[in-house]
T-cell receptor
Framework: AQTVTQSQPEMSVQEAETVTLSCTYD???????LFWYKQPPSRQMILVIR??????QNATENRFSVNFQKAAKSFSLKISDSQLGDAAMYFC???????????FGKGTRLSVIA | DAGVIQSPRHEVTEMGQEVTLRCKPI?????LFWYRQTMMRGLELLIY????????DSGMPEDRFSAKMPNASFSTLKIQPSEPRDSAVYFC?????????????FGPGTRLTVL
C-alpha cells in the first residue's frame, strides 16, 4: 500500500522568507501523481501544486515550487516570499490517477510570523 | 460552476440518531470520493465511486456507514446509528479522470458532532 509521510508537524517562517516543507512517500508504481494541498482555518482544501512522476522538471506555481526526487521518493514544497495568508495546514498527497483516491500525509502546520 | 456542494455544513446530533450527509459533485465529473478528517487519523478515504459505481469501500469503518450514488449528480453518506467517535469533518471530492490535470476538487466539508 502507498504511504505518505510528513515528518514536520509544525513549521514557522518569517514573513517574506522562504520555507521548505518535507514529504516522503512509498510506492512500487512508476507512474503516479503528487500534490500539495493547503487547508486554511476555513477548512477548505485548496490545491497548491501538482507533479506528474514521469516529468523530470519540477513543478512551479508562482511562489510555490517543488523538489521532486523520484529515486529518493521525496517531494518537498518550497514557499518563497512567505505571506501571512500562507499560514495553514499543508498536506502532501499521492494518487495513481484521476479516478483513484488520494493518500494523504498527516500534514504540516505552517505559521507565518509578521 | 458552483464547485462541489456539500450539505449540511454543520451537523450536531445525539448518539444513536441517523445522520445523512449529502454531496453534489461538479457537473461532468465521473469520480466521487468521500474522505473523513480527524485529529487522530488525519484525512482518510471512506469510499469512492467511478461512474456512480462503488469501487472501494474498504475505508468505511463498519456497517453503520453506508454510501450511495444514485446518479451522476448526487451522493449520500449515511451513519446509522451515530456514535461520538464518528465526530469528524467529512469531505466529498470529485474529479474527471479523463482530464490530464488529474485534480480532485473538494467540497467545503461537513463538520459532524455526535454528542
Amino acid at each position: 500500500a502507498q504511504t505518505v509521510t510528513q515528518s514536520q508537524p509544525e513549521m514557522s517562517v518569517q514573513e517574506a522568507e522562504t520555507v521548505t516543507l518535507s514529504c516522503t512517500y512509498d510506492t512500487s508504481e512508476s507512474d503516479y501523481y503528487l500534490f500539495w494541498y493547503k487547508q486554511p482555518p476555513s477548512r477548505q482544501m485548496i490545491l497548491v501544486i501538482r507533479q506528474e512522476a514521469y516529468k523530470q522538471q519540477n513543478a512551479t506555481e508562482n511562489r510555490f515550487s517543488v523538489n521532486f526526487q523520484k529515486a529518493a521518493k521525496s517531494f518537498s514544497l518550497k514557499i518563497s516570499d512567505s505571506q501571512l495568508g500562507d499560514a495553514a495546514m499543508y498536506f502532501c498527497a499521492y494518487s495513481l490517477s484521476g479516478n483513484t483516491p488520494l493518500v494523504f500525509g498527516k500534514g504540516t502546520r505552517l505559521s507565518v510570523i509578521a | 460552476d458552483a464547485g462541489v456542494i456539500q450539505s449540511p455544513r454543520h451537523e450536531v446530533t445525539e448518539m444513536g440518531q441517523e445522520v445523512t450527509l449529502r454531496c453534489k459533485p461538479i457537473s461532468g465529473h465521473n469520480s466521487l470520493f468521500w474522505y473523513r478528517q480527524t485529529m487522530m487519523r488525519g484525512l482518510e478515504l471512506l469510499i469512492y465511486f467511478n461512474n456512480n459505481v462503488p469501487i472501494d469501500d474498504s475505508g468505511m469503518p463498519e456497517d453503520r456507514f453506508s454510501a450511495k450514488m444514485p446518479n451522476a449528480s448526487f451522493s449520500t453518506l449515511k451513519i446509522q446509528p451515530s456514535e461520538p467517535r464518528d465526530s469528524a469533518v467529512y469531505f466529498c471530492a470529485s474529479s474527471r479522470w479523463e482530464s490530464s490535470y488529474n485534480e480532485q476538487f473538494f467540497g467545503p466539508g461537513t463538520r459532524l458532532t455526535v454528542l
